[in-house]
Nanobody, 124 residues
Framework: QVQLIESGGGLVQAGGSLRLSCAAS????????VGWFRQAPGKEREFVAA????????YYPASAKGRFTISKDNAENTVYLQMSSLKPEDTARYYC?????????????????WGPGAQVTISS
């Protein structure tokens, strides 16, 4: 089992930046892929970014490229999501997820473990 806890959420003005952290614990050696998803009220869960735990390859949807950056600290078993030029439409609950396999990074069904999420609210 892998446990994930997100932190760093909060209220930010449009145009600002925020960094989310995802701390992993437990059997972290089984992680192959770690991703970030978000879900706004009334909307489907949306892929934001992912990183290959071994190779550090990163994956982004077109909507996140240039504004969001995913990174990791293997020693701390922590994954970060740096977000900049934030917009009100980025308001959502952000979830960290980990997969035991090298599946499709943008597919939420690839992931086996999920954190409780962190709320990000962007004011206009």
């Amino acid at each position: 089992q892998v446990q994930l806890i997100e932190s760093g959420g909060g209220l930010v003005q449009a145009g600002g930046s925020l960094r989310l952290s995802c701390a992993a614990s437990g059997r972290t050696f089984i992680m192959n892929l770690v991703g970030w998803f978000r879900q706004a009220p009334g909307k489907e869960r949306e892929f934001v970014a992912a990183i290959n735990w071994s190779s550090s390859s990163t994956y982004y949807p077109a909507s996140a490229k240039g504004r969001f950056t995913i990174s990791k600290d293997n020693a701390e078993n922590t994954v970060y999501l740096q977000m900049s030029s934030l917009k009100p439409e980025d308001t959502a609950r952000y979830y960290c997820a980990a997969s035991r396999v090298y599946g499709l990074p943008s597919d939420s069904t690839t992931y086996h473990y999920w954190g409780p999420g962190a709320q990000v609210t962007i004011s206009s």
